[in-house]
């Protein structure tokens, strides 16, 4: 299996297919559901369901958001696909040679991702981008067993602080001590035994429509990335619990 492909039977289709057919959060079901459409969009037919990551499963790097957006992932049914977020996070990519293409419109406009795979901590679109602790801890499952099939990870690059926090707590749940770890563009934390983390601002039109994050920084923090993975040194084990705790160091 290579680039985005995933291949039948595997263990990720197996997650795949279990993601799209969950309805465990009657709210966020709700939510996805009734989503009114947009006029622009009133002649498509929404995916309505769960969406799951999508990328190269033996790359090195994680991308990971919060949730799929609601006339993004939630119309298309593709991860970061078909909104204003979607275009500014891939055409990054693209710049930085994670991505085949700039373009992220449609499940079959032939993106593929090379290194990296890229997810949500949720898999369902939330009422007003604000899921709760229970939704959380509901979907963490999901996020663990995609981190699990990514047996080259080296790197997570968190986009946002509820992406931040919700990586945090899969580390906490490992036994990985997270004290004094906080939210800032650009910053990285090494964690003995698991990827190196790093935090970016979310690529939302509030963050880059009034300048707080633009490409330059985007580019840049990916470029950085590639830069300092042949630094990085192999780990074992990232997705098993660990005993005791093994504190962050930043950069």
């Known amino acids: 299996m290579s680039g985005s492909e995933i291949a039948r039977g595997s263990s990720s289709e197996e997650l795949r297919l279990r993601i799209i057919q969950c309805r465990l959060c009657p709210r966020l079901v709700a939510y996805r559901e009734g989503v ?5 969009y009133a002649a498509q037919k ?8 999508f990328g190269d499963f033996s790359g090195r790097v ?4 919060l949730a799929p957006a609601s006339h993004g992932g939630n119309r298309t049914g593709r991860i970061f696909t078909g909104d204003a977020s979607s275009r500014f996070l891939v055409k990054a990519l693209y710049a930085a040679a994670f991505a085949n293409q700039p373009i992220s419109e ?3 406009d032939g993106l593929r991702y090379a290194d990296c795979y890229v997810t949500a901590a949720l898999k369902c679109s939330p009422p007003g981008d604000k899921p709760t602790s229970k939704e959380f801890a509901n979907c963490s499952p999901y996020l663990e067993e995609e981190i699990s099939l990514l047996v080259n990870l080296k790197v997570v690059i968190a986009l946002g602080a509820l992406a931040f926090r919700a990586y945090l707590e899969y580390l906490g749940r490992r036994g990985v001590g997270v004290r004094g770890v906080t939210f800032s563009h650009g910053k990285s934390y090494s964690f003995e035994g698991f990827p190196r983390l790093y935090a970016s601002y979310h690529p939302s039109p509030r963050n880059t429509n009034t300048g707080k994050l633009t490409q330059r920084m985007l580019v840049g923090l990916f470029k950085k990335v590639k830069r300092e993975l042949v630094q990085v040194a192999p780990m074992a084990g990232h997705d098993r619990p660990v005993g005791g705790e093994k504190s962050g160091r930043t950069t």
């Open 46 to 53: 929404y995916w309505r369901k769960p969406v799951p990551g």
């Open 62 to 65: 994680l991308i990971l958001g």
């Open 106 to 108: 449609s499940r079959d």
């Open 36 to 40: 009114k459409p947009r006029a622009s």
